[in-house]
């Protein structure tokens, strides 16, 4: 990443209801860097995201990550109920090893 280029921040209402996921996100431009953090936002109002450690969860770092981030948020729930309908052995094994998971213990 470099100044100018831009990622996506969520915007403060993020936790209302009646709007996409996507929406939730705003593109923001980086205005900014020091030798640890890359900056955004205005002058008077600065956010750092540091270039090593954690991820900062606030941001998205490219159009993959937004489309990863709509995709699971938009099917995961349904994706859980459709798994629990599945009545095949077969399709539920073939799950289980994609996933990783073990059986338990009995």
Do not use: C
Not at 69 to 92: M, P
Request: proline share 2%; charged share 35%; aromatic share 14%.
């Amino acid at each position: 990443m470099k100044v100018g280029d831009k990622i996506w921040q969520i915007k403060g209402e993020f936790y209302s209801q009646g709007k996409s996921r996507r929406e939730k996100w705003q593109q923001v431009e980086i205005v900014g860097e020091t030798t640890r953090s890359w900056l955004v936002g205005l002058e008077w109002n600065r956010i750092k995201i540091a270039k090593k450690g954690p991820r900062d969860y606030r941001f998205l770092f490219s159009q993959k990550e937004l489309d990863d981030d709509v995709w699971f948020h938009d099917n995961r729930y349904y994706l859980e109920r459709h798994i629990a309908g599945v009545q095949d052995i077969g399709i539920l094994r073939q799950v289980a090893a994609l996933v990783g998971y073990k059986d338990r213990p009995k």
